[in-house]
């Protein structure tokens, strides 16, 4: 802005000592803000620093143009149905159903657990353990949830416990038993 | 790395005519858009890198003065940058590539400065003062007393451009950081050329009370 002088200003500037020496003045501000300026950005960005932005720029471009993958998700799916008119209905069905499950499910828990104290002569009973000996697995494989019957005397128990010690897959236990104290040597 | 090109003198009303002569820059941009027209992608990008070169110290220094955050203007650099080439087919070969660029990038700093407000409107503020980040040396000054004063000078400097109103800061960063005539600003910024030069004199009346010892 300040470059610029028409002649007239020229003229008037080389006869006025006090207006050119405001004009001088005032270049030299803006030469120190601008020169201030230049200095900051330049001592924030190094040419380093420049050189990496340079590159990251590069980088950034060559991932432009290319088409996005998309994956498709459910696989299958007519991509093109309309939202709107899928979803609402199918939700609606989806909580209807889990609803009804959770009644069905409420109802019947209740009804098999009155059921089952109603039940004589069987005794139910959790085992935590899962024993190796194949004749005292489950018929049905419920995981470690089986039916022991409750006339097993001491003896039969005692017996099946010894063997499944004595088993070769118990050995490999030996070690850590070794490590763990027992009872009567923890005071 | 180019540096920015010496100062132009200020060019009259409607200097930006077609028949005006274009830059080094502006036919690189042209060559890049017909490139990219082609379909010639990996050249244009290679010819690009030459652009951004000669086109980033300038930048940088556009986006650290408005943002004044050095990786915010980073930022802001690098989304004007590639910005103006996914979209270089759109560039007018009529007109200068630095008053496309420019307005690109002062887009991409008001975008950024208003991502930034709404950070912070949420984030819970580390100090209660409101400190000026203490200012580099302008120069290598012999004596310890006089670097102080340097560095003084340049806090009080950047504290009176920081306390200009948006416009004006912008005009007078375009004009005297960017060294801009006020005719490719008001191409950049989409204002008359008056109201430029208007912005720009109440900007340099404020900065000469805030800074003149004389």
Not at chain 2, 75 to 100: G, N
Not at chain 2, 162 to 179: I, K, N
Request: hydrophobic letters at 40%; proline letters at 6%; a neutral charge.
């Amino acid at each position: 802005m300040l470059d610029a002088v028409s002649s007239a200003e020229q003229e008037h500037l080389s006869t006025c000592g006090r207006c050119d020496a405001r004009r001088v003045s005032m270049q030299r501000l803006l030469e120190e803000v601008s020169e201030t300026a230049h200095a900051e950005a330049d001592a924030a960005f190094p040419l380093e620093r420049l050189n990496r932005q340079q590159a990251r720029i590069l980088a950034r471009l060559q991932h432009e143009g290319r088409p996005a993958r998309v994956i498709a998700f459910p696989a299958g799916h007519a991509p093109h149905e309309p939202i709107g008119s899928r979803t609402r209905p199918a939700s609606r069905w989806i909580a209807a159903a889990a609803v009804g499950g959770l009644v069905v499910g409420v109802i019947a828990g209740r009804f098999g657990h009155d059921y089952s104290f109603q039940r004589a002569g069987i005794n139910r009973v959790i085992a935590s353990r899962t024993v190796e000996q194949p004749e005292l697995r489950a018929p049905v494989s419920t995981g470690a949830i089986r039916e022991v019957a409750a006339s097993i005397s001491d003896d039969e128990f005692l017996d099946q416990l010894e063997s499944a010690v004595d088993a070769p897959a118990a050995a490999a236990l030996q070690p850590l038993d070794d490590l763990t104290p027992r009872a009567w040597e923890v005071r | 790395m180019s540096r920015t090109p010496p100062r132009r003198a200020p060019a009259p009303a409607g200097a930006l005519a077609p028949q005006a002569p274009l830059s080094k820059d502006s036919h690189l941009a042209a060559e890049i858009k017909r490139l990219v027209a082609v379909g010639e992608r990996d050249a244009a990008r290679e010819r690009y890198g030459e652009l951004v070169a000669s086109q980033q110290r300038r930048a940088v220094r556009i986006a650290y003065q408005y943002l004044r955050d050095a990786h915010d203007a980073d930022e802001a650099v690098q989304d004007a940058f590639v910005k103006v080439f996914t979209h270089i087919t759109s560039y007018r070969e009529d007109l200068p590539f630095e008053v496309w660029f420019t307005r690109i990038l002062v887009n991409a700093c008001l975008d950024l400065r208003k991502s930034r407000s709404r950070r912070l409107r949420w984030a819970v503020p580390m100090s209660a003062t409101n400190e000026v980040a203490p200012a580099e040396p302008t120069a290598p000054d012999p004596s310890p007393e006089q670097r102080l004063v340097s560095r003084e000078r340049a806090t009080e400097i950047t504290a009176a451009v920081d306390s200009l109103p948006d416009r004006q800061r912008t005009v007078f960063t375009l004009c005297h950081v960017a060294e801009q005539t006020t005719a490719e600003v008001s191409q950049a910024l989409g204002l008359s050329e008056a109201t430029v030069r208007v912005h720009l004199f109440r900007a340099v009346r404020k900065l000469r009370r805030l800074l003149d010892r004389a």
